[in-house]
């Protein structure tokens, strides 16, 4: 057994999915599309040891991609086991683990902590389990750590397949990370954590009256995203971005017990986003399951998209510029 730390991105999805078909295996109710993020990125050490007598998860700082709390830690040390069970039935050890990881972000504020989080614990786990796992392979198993997380394994444009089993729910790159010159720029306007987790409210998301129409049409939804990006018509992939973040959200608002995770802040910089075009700065929010919120333009109108931010004065605690990051990978600056 050895030491191994990896690096994952963050992802945004453009197109988002909500609900699961299956809640152990974290199956989705749809297919979605998203792109990692460049600087939104969390670093993790694994290393098994049968000097450990128990599992140990260290956090360095409080903002990082797996929260102190009692059902973190849990999710933490059965994501281990899932990885210490492939290393024995190919002959490995099922020794315990250190694990040390870190963010460079706030966490539980809708910027996909969960996904860049379980992502490097899969690399670094499986590698230090002496497992080589494919990308595939690595997509599959981060999954049932943390749906979103499969996504944060390949480079830039990814598909999350609609796949009805373990097998074929994975996520696959569409296109490499240079392919479009778009940014995603991060308004950070609450560092506070939300009150009810993504795993907790989707949950209820048949309850809401919309959901099955939205289910219904997202196949056809994706297709037409990646017709976009294909073609770099960032107007049309703009307005269908923001339209589907606005659709998961009112399935949010309508579901039993309704969720609201937009603050003042999120609000005022959503009805912004239009005054901005009309001023023309081609821009576009999209919104995870959080109050912090994504800006999408081309990469020539970020630093204008930011001017606008600073405008803002004291509603926007941070910013992050991002553009298309790469996947999942391995470091060799440890943590410990």
């Known amino acids: 057994m050895t030491k191994a730390t990896a690096i994952a991105p963050t992802n945004i999805a453009f197109t988002k999915y909500w609900g699961k078909k ?4 974290r199956l989705p109710e749809n297919g979605s599309i998203s792109m990692c993020l460049s600087n939104l990125l969390t670093t993790t050490t694994v290393e098994f040891s049968p000097d450990y007598q128990k599992d140990q998860v260290t956090l360095l700082t409080s903002e990082v ?3 102190s709390s009692e059902v973190s830690a849990k999710r933490v040390i059965k994501h281990l086991d899932r990885v210490r069970n492939l290393a024995f039935h190919l002959g490995g050890g099922d020794s315990k683990a250190k694990v040390v990881s870190n963010n460079n972000f706030p966490t539980g504020t809708g910027l996909s902590s969960s996904a860049s989080g379980f992502a490097a614990l899969t690399l670094a786990a499986s590698k230090a389990a002496g497992l080589n796992l494919d990308e595939k392979e690595l997509s599959i198993l981060a999954r049932q ?11 830039g444009f990814v598909e999350w397949l609609d796949g009805n089993t373990s097998d074929t729910s994975y996520a696959t790159q569409i296109y490499p ?3 479009w ?3 995603d720029v991060v308004a950070i306007v609450s560092s506070g954590k939300k009150e009810v987790s993504s795993t907790i409210g989707q949950q209820s998301a048949t309850s809401s009256p919309f959901m099955a129409l939205r289910v219904s049409r997202m196949k056809e939804k994706n297709q037409r995203v990646k017709q976009l990006i294909k073609e770099k018509n960032f107007k049309e992939f703009g307005e269908l971005v923001e339209q589907d973040a606005l659709e998961l959200h009112s399935i949010m608002l309508t579901q039993y017990p309704p969720l609201i995770y937009w603050t003042p802040g999120t609000l005022q910089i959503m009805k912004l986003c239009s005054r901005w075009r009309a001023d023309g700065i081609p ?8 109050q912090d919120i994504h800006l999408i333009c081309q990469q020539k109108d970020a630093e204008r998209v930011v001017e606008k931010l600073h ?3 004291d509603i926007v605690k ?6 298309p990051g790469d996947g999942t990978r391995l470091s060799d600056k440890h943590l410990f």
């Open 22 to 25: 299956d809640e152990i295996l």
């Open 181 to 183: 010159a778009i940014a």
């Open 318 to 323: 941070d910013i992050v510029i991002n553009t």
């Open 177 to 179: 990370p240079t392919y």
């Open 311 to 313: 405008e803002l004065g």
């Open 283 to 290: 821009v576009y929010f999209t919104i995870n399951t959080g």
């Open 145 to 155: 750590g943390s749906g979103s997380a499969c996504r944060s394994i390949p480079s």
């Open 65 to 67: 991609g797996f929260d």
